[in-house]
């Protein structure tokens, strides 16, 4: 596609259940970043992909949170337990490679845990 | 935690006039990136600025870079309602392992 996909766009879920959310970047682009922005915030950097080189997962908040990437392509962010304060959009981002450049991000998962 | 802090938090003006943002950041950088946010979309890149330029304009933008205050500022000229959003700069150094670091945002209202 032309810009990078998140998908759902909003996800309402009941505490304790487990979520997927999906980001599809844009092809070709080597890296690709998840954030967490809470309602009025900055951005939470949670986890990098670069490549075929491990994930830094450092921003990850707690183990009830993982991603992969498949093919080096689309990511999946898992939630599981979810708790309240998981409430956030969760905005995906990717890059062609190297070491610089700039982001492109998609529209972003709203998610509400209730 | 942040790397980059941006002032003033909020920011209101009239149409017509010139709006400034800054940043400050912590450690050394590669390069710092200004970003914009309508409200509910995703972040759109504005300006890139290397850890070795001072300026650079694009458009109605200018970025200054001063590396030995670890600062950064976005000047908006002549704003307009459609410049209303969040502004964020972000960092990519090598201590925060080349990921880009946002700071909390500058929100901009720009009143007709």
């Known amino acids: 596609g032309a810009g990078v996909s998140q998908s759902p766009s909003n996800k309402v879920t009941e505490k304790g259940k487990d979520v997927e959310l999906r980001c599809d970047p844009i092809?070709?682009?080597?890296?690709l970043y998840w954030y967490r922005q809470s309602l009025g915030q900055g951005l939470e950097f949670l986890i990098y992909?670069?490549?075929?080189?491990?994930?830094?997962k450092s921003g990850l908040p707690s183990d009830r949170f993982s991603a992969e990437r498949t093919g080096g392509s689309v990511s999946t962010l898992t939630i599981q337990r979810t708790q309240q304060e998981d409430s956030a959009v969760y905005l995906c981002?990717?890059?062609?490679?190297?070491?610089?450049?700039?982001?492109?991000f998609g529209e972003g998962s709203r998610l509400t845990v209730l | 935690s942040q790397q980059g802090e941006e002032d003033p938090q909020a920011l209101s003006i009239q149409e017509g006039e010139n709006a400034t943002m800054n940043c400050s950041y912590k450690?050394?950088?590669?390069?710092l990136q200004w970003y914009r946010q309508n409200s509910g979309r995703g972040l759109v890149h504005l300006i890139l600025?290397?850890?070795?330029?001072r300026e650079k304009h694009s458009g109605r933008l200018r970025v200054t870079l001063d590396t030995s205050k670890k600062s950064s500022s976005l000047l908006i000229t002549a704003s307009r309602a459609a410049d209303t959003a969040s502004y964020f700069c972000?960092?990519?150094?090598?201590?925060?392992?080349?990921?880009?670091?946002f700071g909390a945002g500058t929100i901009l209202r720009v009143k007709s």
């Open positions: 600025i290397r850890s070795n330029e």
């Open positions: 992909f670069q490549g075929n080189s491990a994930p830094d």
């Open positions: 092809s070709g682009h080597t890296a």
């Open positions: 972000a960092t990519d150094g090598r201590e925060y392992g080349n990921k880009l670091v």
């Open positions: 450690t050394s950088i590669n390069n």
């Open positions: 981002a990717s890059r062609r490679g190297g070491l610089d450049g700039e982001l492109f």
